[in-house]
């Protein structure tokens, strides 16, 4: 079973730009969340999507957004990039974990992916 | 505020020894994730807890609700097990904010346990 595929993996843009990401879950996987990895910052969740609806964000500016198509495959967008979007932005797919937890009886766990490593120069 | 300590921040071990990452929260959690991290930035899921113990290999991992920490102990280390080890904790949310579409919180994460096992 192929895992979770992101990409590119690496990229570099300039101050202004914008960039979309893109990741492809574990074939089944109909939830999948974004997250930003920083030195200063940690790891910080993004959003969360399932059957092509936004089911959660978190605490970032509008410049980032996403979307999911009907297959669960998933883009990130970061529109007037800055300095401080360098980072490692990861995906993570799974059947449905966020709700399934949330709602107590959760057993199930995420899978990342290898990650895009975006430079803002 | 929900928060998400961890600690040490960082550790360097003999092979062998046993190891033990602490992680603290604020408030109530739904569940708790421990993942590691290689060099590389690849993330692996270790265990998924909102209770309990759960054991993998030399891996275990322990959770106490009523006092908002959890532990990661491992055993006979080795240096392949050096990494950094991620907590990240799901925190409840009421039952208007998980059926109302939006609103409820995803993953928030500790600053990580930077561990090196030397030989």
């Known amino acids: 079973k192929a895992g979770v595929t992101q990409t590119p993996r690496y990229l570099i843009k300039t101050r202004g730009q914008q960039v979309t990401l893109s990741c492809s879950p574990i074939s089944g996987h109909r939830s999948v969340s974004w997250y930003q990895q920083t030195p200063g910052q940690g790891l910080q969740f993004l959003f969360e999507?399932?059957?092509?609806?936004?089911?959660n964000k978190g605490n970032f500016p509008g410049r980032f957004s996403g979307r999911q198509f009907s297959n669960s495959r998933s883009e990130m967008n970061v529109s007037t990039l800055e300095l401080g979007d360098s980072a490692l932005y990861l995906c993570?797919?799974?059947?449905?974990?966020?709700?399934?937890?949330?709602?107590?009886?959760?057993?199930?766990?995420?899978?990342f992916g290898p990650g895009t490593r975006l430079l803002v120069l | 505020k929900n928060e998400v300590e961890q600690s040490p921040q960082n550790l360097t071990a003999q092979e062998g020894e046993f190891i033990t990452i602490n992680c603290s929260y604020s408030?109530?959690?739904?569940?708790l994730h421990w993942l590691q991290q290689h060099p590389g930035g690849g993330i692996v899921s270790l265990f998924m807890l909102s209770s309990g113990k759960k054991k993998h290999g030399r891996l275990i991992a322990t959770i106490n609700i009523q006092e908002k920490h959890s532990s990661l102990h491992i055993t006979a280390s080795h240096p392949r097990d050096s990494a950094v080890y991620i907590c990240?904790?799901?925190?409840?949310?009421?039952?208007?904010?998980?059926?109302?579409?939006?609103?409820?919180?995803?993953?928030?994460f500790g600053k990580g346990t930077h561990l090196i096992i030397q030989p």
């Open positions: 993570a797919s799974s059947l449905d974990f966020t709700h399934r937890w949330l709602a107590g009886g959760g057993s199930e766990t995420q899978y």
């Open positions: 408030v109530g959690i739904s569940a």
């Open positions: 990240a904790v799901l925190f409840s949310a009421t039952p208007r904010l998980l059926y109302s579409g939006g609103g409820a919180d995803g993953l928030t």
């Open positions: 999507y399932f059957s092509e609806t936004q089911r």
